[in-house]
């Protein structure tokens, strides 16, 4: 299996709400990743987990909220965007973060903010 | 930090034509990821290199080290690879190139 899956595959919210993306991948991957891409632009790395820890957050606005609860799973926590956060968020895994082993990319959530 | 070059940016070509894509970057790097994404879609990993040359069906991935440069190619172009590929260096972080946008016309 080497499928990463994402939900919801859309998501349309208002700026007050609360909500959050799910990622999961059963690879026995040790690196999980989080991406924001916006249209005709190349992903923009978010966070990194390591071994379920937090290893990088590049300066991303505290808005958005990384959690891993396990080793297969991985969550972002959205809570008062703005329309500029809408975009395709990707979620990635590979085997450990080191850059010896290529990244598996799941479908995308597609998020609008409204 | 690594600059990561992609060309061309925009690709129109004839079903059946082979293909080139270009990526080149500035600083040394432990591997290289070949990326397709068609639109409004996922990503796709094709290739990830660190040396010489993968194939798979009809794409053909290379890397000169030295040089600091990979190439993708694809033979036998069908329409069905009409999306946007993107290379990606791999060190302690992915750095992506900004994409080529394929457009095969039957």
């Known amino acids: 299996d080497t499928e990463v899956t994402q939900t919801p595959k859309h998501l349309v919210m208002g700026m007050t709400n609360k909500k959050s993306l799910k990622c999961e991948q059963h690879?026995?991957?040790?690196?999980m990743y989080w991406y924001k891409q916006k249209a005709k632009k190349p992903p923009e790395l978010m966070f990194v987990y390591s071994y379920e820890k937090l290893s990088i957050n590049e300066s991303v606005p505290s808005r958005f909220s990384p959690e891993c609860p396990n080793s297969s799973l991985l969550n972002l926590h959205l809570h008062a965007l703005q329309p500029e956060d809408s975009a395709l968020y990707l979620c990635?895994?590979?085997?450990?973060?080191?850059?010896?082993?290529?990244?598996?990319f799941g479908p995308g959530t597609r998020l609008t903010v409204t | 930090k690594n600059e990561v070059e992609q060309s061309p940016q925009n690709l129109t070509a004839q079903e059946g034509e082979f293909i080139t894509i270009n990526c080149s970057y500035s600083?040394?790097?432990?591997?290289l990821h070949w990326l397709q994404q068609h639109p409004g879609g996922g990503i796709v990993s094709l290739f990830m290199l660190s040396s010489g040359k993968k194939k798979h069906g009809r794409l053909i991935a290379t890397i000169n080290i030295q040089e600091k440069h990979s190439s993708l190619h694809i033979t036998a172009s069908h329409p069905r690879d009409s999306a946007v590929y993107i290379c990606?260096?791999?060190?302690?972080?992915?750095?992506f190139g900004k994409g080529t946008r394929l457009h095969i016309l039957p």
């Open positions: 600083v040394g790097i432990s591997a």
């Open positions: 990606a260096t791999r060190d302690d972080k992915i750095i």
């Open positions: 690879m026995g991957h040790r690196a």
């Open positions: 990635a895994s590979s085997q450990d973060p080191s850059g010896a082993y290529e990244q598996y």
